[in-house]
């Protein structure tokens, strides 16, 4: 079945993959489980260097020479044109209480092709994970390939045309661990949320009065916690005539936080197949499993592939197009990723939240057949 779309509809489903929700007649599943977020075949080593940067890394091996562990800028000049500086890193140097799913961004002032970012411990080991550029190679990106150790401290270093810098912080304790989540479900607080990018869409989605998302627990383990998601019906419960959408396990070893992803996902949306990249989902449970609070959702949206989805409303499936009229709506598309092409737009939500609901929410298989749902009994593929 091929939905209607608005240009609110539209801005919605290519602004946050859990909105998806609202778009999509299918189910979600990781593309990948071998490392390869660039989706180029290649397996991730951990080494910053898995095609998603330039392929060019920095060999400038000169440290910190005062000795200490703040942001200091290496003076050996690197490139001897270099005209970039770093403006900001985030998380700052010298930060506390970082959540375990942070995303390590430097960013500069003018474009640098050859940066790179590298993440270790405090005794020197590296971590697993992906670098790359983004905002016409401003913006230097590591993301880790797992969540970080809680209560541990790292040094994020960058190796740039003006040489390095390095930051230090500490991630959070995420708490004391729980169990017995599954049957349970959660209303997530969209409208609470910090919408990092694309801007702008936090006021429309405050605006939407009732429209609901929903998640639940299907099942745990001590090691990976499985979930779905669910539409709303208006009044804080689940609309049993919506199919939900299956989550792959994600990872709980961190227990009470949990982290899906980072992994390419895909899952189907009015008949359409639509790709997120790089999605991940972490948040926490609070003691009582009564509420997930300090959840981040980030991904990336190549309009190449969402095309087909929003052709039929534009009248077009040129990304470059796409692109242009998506600029008439506050959002801009950035360098993808994988290759660099400037059709993408990313997705960062923060602080998000999700309060229990009462009586928990069932995994419904297609749309109109729930024992609760009156359109059933006019749906021939439905059997209860």
Not at 191 to 217: K, Q, R
Not at 263 to 283: C, H, K, P, Q, V
């Amino acid at each position: 079945m091929t939905r209607a779309f608005s240009s609110k509809n539209l801005l919605l489903c290519l602004s946050l993959p859990a909105v998806l929700l609202a778009c999509s007649s299918g189910k979600l599943e990781g593309k990948d489980d071998t490392g390869d977020i660039g989706g180029d075949g290649a397996t991730d080593d951990g080494t910053g260097d898995d095609g998603k940067d330039s392929g060019a890394t920095n060999t400038d091996t000169d440290t910190d020479t005062d000795g200490d562990t703040d942001a200091d800028t290496d003076t050996d000049g690197g490139g001897g044109d270099c005209d970039a500086m770093v403006l900001s890193v985030e998380p700052d140097d010298g930060d506390t209480d970082v959540n375990l799913g942070s995303t390590i961004r430097f960013t500069l002032s003018d474009a640098d092709s050859t940066a790179v970012v590298t993440l270790a411990s405090l005794d020197g080991s590296s971590v697993s994970g992906s670098s790359w550029l983004s905002d016409e190679d401003t913006v230097a990106v590591f993301q880790p390939s797992t969540a970080l150790a809680a209560g541990a401290t790292y040094v994020a270093t960058l190796d740039y045309c003006g040489g390095s810098e390095t930051a230090q912080f500490t991630t959070l304790d995420p708490g004391t661990p729980v169990s017995g989540l599954v049957g349970k479900g959660y209303l997530v607080d969209l409208g609470s949320a910090t919408w990092v990018e694309p801007a702008g869409v936090g006021d429309l989605i405050s605006g939407l009065g009732d429209f609901e998302m929903l998640l639940g627990v299907a099942a745990e383990t001590d090691s990976t916690i499985t979930m779905f998601g669910a539409t709303g019906n208006g009044s804080g419960g689940q609309d049993t005539c919506a199919p939900t959408i299956d989550f792959p396990p994600a990872d709980f070893s961190s227990n009470p936080y949990f982290q899906l992803g980072p992994t390419d996902m895909a899952f189907d949306a009015g008949g359409y197949a639509i790709e997120i990249s790089n999605f991940r989902l972490g948040a926490s449970f609070n003691e009582t499993a009564t509420r997930i609070e300090d959840g981040t959702v980030e991904g990336e949206l190549d309009m190449r592939v969402l095309g087909p989805l929003v052709g039929d409303l534009l009248g077009t499936t040129d990304p470059a197009t796409i692109c242009s009229y998506l600029t008439f709506l506050g959002v801009t598309c950035s360098s993808c990723s994988g290759d660099g092409a400037s059709y993408c737009i990313g997705v960062e939500i923060q602080d998000v939240v999700a309060n229990e609901i009462g009586g928990g929410l069932d995994e419904i298989d297609q749309e109109n057949c729930h024992e609760d749902c009156d359109a059933s009994a006019s749906n021939p593929d439905c059997t209860l």
